[in-house]
């Protein structure tokens, strides 16, 4: 079993940053491809970003790219997203999620991973 925790949401103004991180148990964090998804209020569930297991690969939904940055240090069993330029339509509830699969198979399908956090508040004001 893993257990996934995330922290680093809060409160910010349009155009600000935030950084995220999703602290894993468990001794196998190594092994799996890790993502991060949003939910916002009325909305479906919708990926952000992926990195595989050696953080070699990197996967970002079209409306993150350019501002979002996801990395992981598996050291710490944590996976990050530092997000910049944030916009009010980012304001979601944030999602940490871990795939035991190793790569990249098909990073934006929440059904393809198997572990979940509690998710953190993202609110960015316009």
């Known amino acids: 079993q893993v257990q996934l925790i995330e922290s680093g949401g809060g409160l910010v103004q349009a155009g600000g940053s935030l950084r995220l991180s999703c602290a894993a148990s468990?001794?196998?964090?190594?092994?799996?491809?890790m993502a991060w998804f949003r939910q916002a209020p009325g909305k479906e569930r919708e990926s952000v970003s992926a990195?595989?297991?050696?953080?070699?690969?990197?996967y970002y939904a079209g409306s993150v790219k350019g501002r979002f940055t996801i990395s992981r240090d598996n050291a710490k069993n944590t996976v990050y997203l530092q997000m910049n330029s944030l916009k009010p339509e980012d304001t979601a509830v944030y999602y940490c999620?871990?795939?035991?699969?190793?790569?990249?198979?098909?990073?934006?399908?929440?059904?393809?991973?198997?572990?979940w956090g509690q998710g953190t508040q993202v609110t960015v004001s316009s």
């Open positions: 990195v595989n297991w050696s953080g070699s690969t990197k």
């Open positions: 468990g001794r196998t964090f190594n092994n799996y491809a």
């Open positions: 999620a871990a795939d035991r699969t190793c790569g990249l198979t098909n990073p934006s399908e929440p059904s393809e991973y198997d572990y």
